[in-house]
């Protein structure tokens, strides 16, 4: 546990450091240069500053234990974040939108041309390793604010790689109308994938059940037991920021004592955590029925005694 917050908290550093520094050279490119290619590219940056601010302390605030107060833990703060995060992606992208109509009504010579080239390819390069880092940091601990962090470097990239072009196309060109059509493209593909994360986020906080394909992998497992056990019913389960949560009711042999109960919840719950490490299990364990003829561990036996003493 202690390796997957060591790596969350490196992802969030490099991120809030990446984007701080990529946001002030942007807009002081940009303000000089006129281009609103650029420009829209600071103000996402910006962005993302205030998106890499918010998981820098989210991560952290999302791994304390449970509490009197917050007895499933803090794993929603990492949720809330992230839906705040891709909101902010929206307002960004009507920004760039708003921007570009002006200067599709109003164009204007871009200066420093090559400075202009210069920073995005920079930004770009830095925007892409940071997006690696990142992703495969999510990836190992199953954080949402990461995820969303990795979705902005992502977009950035895209973005970037977009108003290259532009600026490549208007610098042998002049074809002024290039710079605010590439800031609608790099609009709209914020916009596609900032609502994504937003329909997840929402997803998290109503408690809705984990993708069907975990549900099978988790019931794969359950089922692996069946030797074991009578009945697994009821089961349910939610995600709350890198914790998933899994509860079910287990019927088990009557007649076995509690340590053999408690022995095989166990087992079942490592199984689960070999799969889904950030887990939280609870197990409901229900004692058969007398004459529940599935029940072939203990009962099975113990009938077959009272009918001797018979």
């Known amino acids: 546990m202690f390796i997957t917050h060591e790596i969350r908290n490196k992802a969030a550093n490099l991120a809030l450091v990446a984007t701080a520094v990529l946001t002030g050279l942007k807009l002081i490119v940009g303000v000089v240069s006129g281009s609103v290619g650029v420009i829209s590219e600071g103000i996402h940056s910006f962005l993302d500053v205030v998106s890499a601010s918010l998981s820098f302390f ?82 190992l601990t199953d954080s949402s604010a990461i995820r969303v962090n990795a979705l902005h470097f992502l977009a950035d990239v895209v973005a970037s ?58 019931k794969d497992i359950l089922n692996s037991f069946e030797a074991k056990v009578i009945e697994i019913h009821d089961l349910r389960t939610r995600k709350s920021g890198f914790m998933r949560h ?14 053999e109960s408690h022995d095989i919840c166990d087992q079942i719950e490592q199984g689960i955590l070999n799969v889904f490490t950030n887990s939280s299990i609870q197990i409901h364990v229900e004692p058969c029925e007398h004459n529940d003829t599935r029940c072939v561990v203990k009962c099975a036996s113990h009938h077959k005694k009272k009918r001797k003493l018979k």
């Open 58 to 139: 989210t991560v952290r605030e999302a791994v304390k234990p449970a509490d009197h107060e917050h007895p499933f833990g803090h794993g929603k703060i990492e949720t809330l974040s992230s839906l705040f995060e891709s909101i902010l992606l929206i307002v960004a992208a009507a920004w760039i939108v708003y921007e570009g109509i002006d200067h599709l009504l109003n164009p204007n010579i871009i200066d420093h041309q090559d400075l202009a080239i210069i920073t995005i390819l920079l930004s770009l390069i830095v925007n892409y390793l940071v997006y690696l880092n990142n992703s495969k940091a999510a990836e």
């Open 246 to 259: 899994i509860d079910f009711h287990l019927v088990l042999c009557g007649e076995q004592s509690v340590k």
């Open 161 to 218: 790689a977009g108003v290259l072009v532009g600026l490549l196309i208007l610098k042998f060109t002049g074809w002024m109308i290039v710079d605010p059509l590439l800031a609608f493209c790099v609009a709209v593909y914020i916009l596609v994938i900032s609502l994504k994360q937003v329909k997840k986020a929402f997803l998290e906080l109503t408690d809705t059940q984990l993708p069907e394909i975990e549900i099978n992998r988790i």
